[in-house]
């Protein structure tokens, strides 16, 4: 938690030492707009899960329509990866986890200069998890509990964009993803390779994202 706290303090910090003096009139961003993101989550809660994957990339695609003001909805997918921890690496064990992800965007986007904005949107949504290469520690576990899941998810965002061209932003962002389910290590096989024991699982899966992002607008209002 210590680092997410830290995370956010420093994003906060850039986009309030990149705010120039404000102009007499805001810019107008295109009403439709794909937006994208990718970047390097890590894992930020439930002490097994921490144990027991480690994020390597994560991207989102969405496609936004701007209905008041400055604010905007949208529909995305998002995709992520994840590795197994170097204790199980070690043991040739290279079970993976894929997270498919399917949302709702709500947001508003804030002018600090005439060519840069910070945007502020929230995903909600559903998501399909997967564990490949699994390897059990026996024959008789094959078949015995589920390799995929499914949960509800909530996604905050704050992002720093810089337009470098009249309808298109590059730029930053930081994303706290929370799943609302529990890891469960007998999904993946890890429980008879790991002692779970010594470790906590009492939160559900979550994740704290800093990413490189784009914004292209397709229609202007």
């Not at 906060?12 to 993101?37: H, T």
Request: aromatic residues 20%; glycine residues 10%; charged residues 15%.
């Amino acid at each position: 938690m210590k680092n997410i706290v830290t995370y956010i303090l420093v994003f906060s910090c850039l986009i309030l030492s990149a705010q120039d003096e404000p102009s007499n009139k805001s810019p107008e961003l295109p009403r439709f707009a794909v937006r994208g993101n990718v970047g390097i989550p890590k894992v930020a809660s439930s002490e097994a899960f921490r144990n027991s994957f480690s994020g390597v990339i994560t991207g989102d695609l969405n496609v936004t329509y701007k209905f008041f003001s400055n604010m905007f909805v949208g529909l995305g997918y998002g995709y992520t990866y994840y590795k197994p921890q170097k204790h199980f690496r070690d043991q040739f064990i290279n079970t993976n986890m894929q997270s498919h992800n399917i949302f709702m965007k709500i947001g508003a986007d804030k002018f600090f200069s005439t060519n840069g904005f910070a945007s502020f949107s929230l995903n909600a949504g559903y998501n399909f998890n997967q564990y490949g290469g699994i390897i059990y520690k026996n024959d008789s576990l094959k078949g015995k509990f589920p390799t995929s899941f499914s949960s509800s998810f909530v996604e905050p965002m704050i992002g720093l964009y810089f337009i470098v061209d009249p309808n298109f932003a590059i730029g930053g962002h930081i994303s706290y993803n929370y799943n609302f389910s529990q890891f469960n290590p007998q999904y993946c096989g890890f429980n008879k390779w790991f002692d779970y024991s010594t470790v906590k699982n009492n939160w559900n899966m979550s994740m704290i994202t800093l990413g490189f992002g784009f914004y292209y607008g397709i229609v202007k209002k």
